[in-house]
């Protein structure tokens, strides 16, 4: 046979199996709700059982009922004993409440002043008076009220004498629709019903308003009891429902069994769960249809073959892929033979990519430091191009020292030692004087190290001016730095700072060489995140094309005074720190204006 038959043979197999399984967890998950609600029903049973049990017998302990019993005949107590009662029906939520003699006529009740009382009528026959005065116990029972033709519980407890003689009974009737009301359907099943049966199979709580008082045991069983049942159930038909049992689900406990119900033309199948309620011959028989059992068989044996259905696929394409395989084995070895000699042709390619990377850091690392020698070149040119104001700068203080070193000679020879040590004092101030100068201009032309900090903008702004004013050209220009009086932190390197601000200041001053009442101002504003350093002149200006200037070689000075590579250079080294360098024409007067744009800090930073 070809594996086409097998394969039909266990598709129809799983078919079978599936249905069978899907009828099982069906009925399982059906049973499994019924139980639940018959739990919980059962339980509110109890409860409300539990609820009113001990109502009679505390009732029965009233000092007023058992002298009404006495005196039967005394209007003042009868009419106290009604009052007494009704009241009592009004604290507890029972529908009547009501006092017989040891005869079972009834002497006093709630619905005293009602033309249904009860007042007058003889109940000797209900069992709940006869076994209430035989035993001396309370009593419980379930009928429809002769009177009232209203379903009811009847609690019941006899009234004794100190010494134990039974002078009679009193009852409490509760209406048993609350019970009825408080049964749900289970959310996922509409077809669900509930009946309350006595001991006889006669529904008196039901779901359904055409299932009440109806005979849901066999016709044999009426019969027997046919008297008890009319008398509890008075002009009720108790006509019997048409059940035909279907037997039990494969799995099901002993108490759970399929049904069909004829009702009318309407036939439906349940799965029917009896449970016992506690202390009276009741049982609840809680039926929930069987329709989503079908659906669940159908969706089981659809799983069922899906999951054959994936298997034999999962079968069919590892059978060809293991015939795949062996195709491929063979292709393998060739393709080996042609990676081995395309990789040998990748490792050469790969050892001369590795060469070009390694010479491109190589000439990037280079670049960078030809950068960076670059702005200390233009650094250095700057020095060179103020070491002419540097040497009469220098020049005019050891003049002096020299002049003081002579006097001092002369004063010392003649014993003036006051003198003398004023000579030296003024000495030491050049002296001073000329260290501080020099230091200034070797901070200046040292290489700038580590990273960008935290630092204050006004000291490289301070340091900037005493480069410049050491000039012989910052005589007659009148420097206006507006110094703000709080720290001004931003993100930079002071040297770096430095060497923009001493290019900006010395292009400036440059500007202002021709200009009559050459003046220079110097202010730094922010805003929320920035600082703002802006360096103006009332100089000629700046040519039409402002971007112009931060080229590379382009100057509109002479050769003597630079080759127009500062303001290429300081724009390098302001884009390095984060920050902006711009420059334009004033609005308000002649002149240029450059500013200086770097990020706010904190002080704690």
């Known amino acids: 046979m070809t594996y086409r038959f097998w394969a039909a043979i266990l598709f129809v197999l799983t078919g079978i199996l599936s249905w069978q399984l899907g009828a099982w967890l ?34 029965a302990q009233h000092p007023l009922l058992q002298a009404t019993l006495e005196s039967p005949a ?37 619905n005293y002043d009602l033309e249904s009382s009860f007042i007058g009528r003889n109940y000797d026959f209900r069992p709940y008076f006869y076994q209430a005065m035989a035993s001396g116990r309370a009593s419980l029972y379930f009928a429809l009220g002769i009177q009232s033709d209203l379903r009811g519980l009847y609690f019941s407890h006899p009234i004794m004498t100190d010494a134990g003689e039974r002078l009679g009974v009193i009852a409490v009737k509760v209406q048993v629709n609350e019970l009825e009301s408080q049964w749900q359907r289970p959310a996922v099943y509409n077809d669900a019903e509930m009946v309350v049966l006595d001991g006889d199979g006669i529904s008196f709580l039901a779901s359904r308003p055409d299932w009440l008082y109806r005979n849901f045991e066999p016709a044999d069983h009426q019969a027997r009891n046919f008297a008890k049942i009319q008398q509890r159930y008075p002009d009720r038909s108790l006509a019997p429902m048409k059940i035909v049992k279907l037997g039990q689900p494969m799995g099901m406990a002993g108490d759970s069994e399929r049904i ?56 069919l394409y590892l059978r060809e892929r293991y015939r795949r395989e062996a195709e491929l084995a063979q292709r393998g070895e060739q393709l ?23 010479q491109r850091k190589i000439a990037e690392k280079g670049l960078k430091e030809t950068q960076q020698e670059l702005i200390q070149a233009a650094k250095l040119a700057v020095l060179g191009q103020m070491s002419a104001g540097l040497n009469h700068e220098m020049n005019q203080p050891l003049t002096a020292i020299q002049g003081y070193a002579r006097n001092s000679r002369q004063f010392l020879t003649r014993g003036n030692h006051e003198m ?61 730095w507006q110094r703000p009086p709080e720290p001004v932190m931003c993100h930079g390197d002071l040297i770096r700072i430095e060497q923009v601000v001493v ?56 050769m003597k005074q630079g080759l127009g590579l500062g303001l290429s250079i300081s724009r390098q080294i302001v884009d390095a720190l984060g920050g902006r360098l711009t420059g334009n024409n004033r609005v308000d007067g002649p002149g240029a204006e450059f500013v200086l744009t770097l990020t706010k800090r904190g002080v704690a930073e």
């Open 26 to 59: 069906g009925y399982r998950t059906v049973e499994r709700e019924s139980r639940e609600e018959s739990f919980r029903y059962s339980q509110l049973v109890a409860n409300e059982l539990k609820r009113y049990q001990p109502i009679p017998e505390l009732m």
């Open 74 to 110: 005394n209007a003042g107590l009868i009419l106290q004993a009604n009052k007494e009662m009704k009241r009592m029906a009004a604290i507890v939520g029972s529908s009547d409440v009501y006092l017989m003699d040891r005869t079972g006529l009834t002497i006093a009740a709630s």
């Open 260 to 315: 069909r119900i004829t009702d009318g033309d309407v036939s439906r199948e349940y799965l029917s769960v009896h449970t016992p309620l506690p202390q009276l011959d009741w049982s609840l028989q809680v039926m929930i249809g069987t329709r989503s059992v079908l659906w669940t068989r159908v969706e089981s044996m659809v799983a069922g073959l899906l999951l054959f259905l994936g298997g034999f696929l999962t079968w």
């Open 336 to 358: 080996e033979r042609r990676v081995t000699e395309r990789t040998a042709d990748l490792e050469a390619s790969n050892r001369q990519l590795l060469e070009e990377v390694r």
């Open 420 to 480: 003398v040590d004023s000579n030296l004092a003024e000495i030491t101030l050049l002296c001073t004087k000329m260290a501080e100068l020099t230091r200034q201009f070797k901070v200046f032309a040292r290489k700038s190290e580590g990273p960008p900090a935290s630092v204050d903008l006004r000291t490289s702004v301070d340091a900037a001016l005493k480069i410049i004013t050491a000039q012989d050209n910052s005589d007659g220009v009148d420097i206006d």
């Open 503 to 558: 290019n900006l200041i010395a292009n400036a001053m440059q500007a202002v060489e021709q200009v009559d009442s050459a003046r220079i101002s110097i202010e730094i504003v922010g805003d929320e995140t920035e600082w703002h350093c802006r360096v103006r002149d009332n100089g000629s200006g700046l040519p039409a094309n402002t971007e112009q200037i931060f080229e590379p070689f382009f100057t509109t000075k002479s």
